[in-house]
């Protein structure tokens, strides 16, 4: 049986293996280039000192830095959509064609007669397939992380979208949901192409879902206060999960979203000007505190132990359902 398995997907295997290969190709020298220049330019040390509090007096003297880094290597930002998409891909090429190319092709009926019950073999298919999805998700997963590192130092953090999707130990699950939702799809279309559609439309609502009706309320986030003239700022290069910043007036109405304001000390000749202004716009009578809603950034590994296990449920939940449809195969 493993025999069988091994002579059915090698040559997924070895395309998939070249893809790993090209695509390391790339991420290895634009990633040592990367945190080399973090080095080179003084912008790893600086944020070294800025720490993860989340709240810090001043911009911190990064910004600059961060701009020419940002400049130069920005762009490669892009490239992490597309490990966004290995999972699913796995799943697509991998999971969905599993029982759906023997169904469709009728070499199910050959094999159910070699004295092997259903149930062992999708179970051994399931197995040996998966655990290389597994292998191969570990892989990538340790790459990308090791790659993305410098821009989740820069200010784009571990929580937040895109960031969370490609690190960690959740990109292992998103591709053992994949392989399992393509292995069910295939039992209920019984042909390839209509189970790889099925299959990528199932996988990315799930995603969408979990990503913004899910994940953002895994763990009640914390609320940050801090008064307008105070000359705190939030600190960018924390790592924190931010939602939203409000602007408070001194009867506690929230008058701004999505914004801060900062006024000089109540003892400078400055702050005068700056509550007249505020009421001028309509903000009402100070003082004025501005509000962060946060994840903080020491969640992350709560997050993705608390996702990945979901995933795998779901994972479980649906090679039990792929199971008992197989047994209904004709």
């Known amino acids: 049986m493993t025999w069988l398995i091994w002579r059915q997907h090698r040559k997924q295997l070895f395309w998939t293996l070249a893809a790993l290969a090209a695509l390391a190709a790339v991420m290895v020298p634009t990633g040592l280039a990367m945190r080399g220049a973090l080095d080179r ?7 070294a000192k800025l720490g993860h509090e989340s709240l810090l007096t001043g911009a911190g003297g990064c910004e600059g830095l961060n701009q020419r880094f ?5 762009g490669l930002l892009y490239v992490a959509v597309l490990f966004v998409l290995l999972p699913v891909l796995v799943g697509l090429f991998f999971g969905a064609p599993l029982v759906a190319r023997e169904v469709e092709n ?9 004295g092997i019950s259903r149930r062992h073999w999708v179970l051994a298919k399931f197995g040996l397939v998966g655990g290389a999805a597994v292998l191969l998700a570990v892989a990538y997963a340790l790459g990308v992380a090791w790659w993305f590192g410098p821009f989740a130092a820069t200010g784009q953090g571990r929580l937040g979208y895109l960031s969370f999707d490609v690190q960690g130990v959740a990109p292992i699950a998103y591709t053992l949901f994949a392989v399992a939702l393509g ?3 295939g ?11 099925i299959s990528l439309a199932a996988f990315a609502a799930v995603r969408v879902l979990v990503e913004t ?13 801090y008064a307008a003239e ?13 939602f939203d910043q409000v602007v408070r007036n001194g009867a506690g109405e929230t008058v701004l979203h999505d914004g801060q304001i900062g006024c000089p000390p109540a003892t400078d000749p400055g702050a005068a000007d700056c509550a007249r202004n505020m009421a001028e716009h309509g903000f009402g009578a100070g003082p004025y505190t501005n509000a962060m809603e946060y994840q903080p950034a020491d969640r992350y590994w709560t997050f993705q132990g608390i996702e990945s296990g979901l ?20």
């Open 213 to 225: 009706a899910v994940r953002p309320y895994l763990l009640p986030a914390k609320t940050a206060t």
């Open 70 to 74: 940002q400049n130069q290597y920005g």
């Open 187 to 197: 039992t209920a279309a019984r042909k390839v192409l209509p189970a790889m559609g």
């Open 183 to 185: 292995v069910y799809t």
């Open 41 to 47: 330019s003084g912008l790893g040390s600086c944020l």
């Open 230 to 242: 105070s000359g705190l700022l939030p600190n960018r290069y924390a790592g924190d999960w931010v």
């Open 106 to 114: 009728g070499t199910h009926r050959l094999v159910w007669t070699q």
């Open 311 to 330: 995933f795998l449920a779901l994972t479980a939940l649906l090679v039990f359902l792929a199971v008992r449809r197989i047994r209904r195969i004709s």
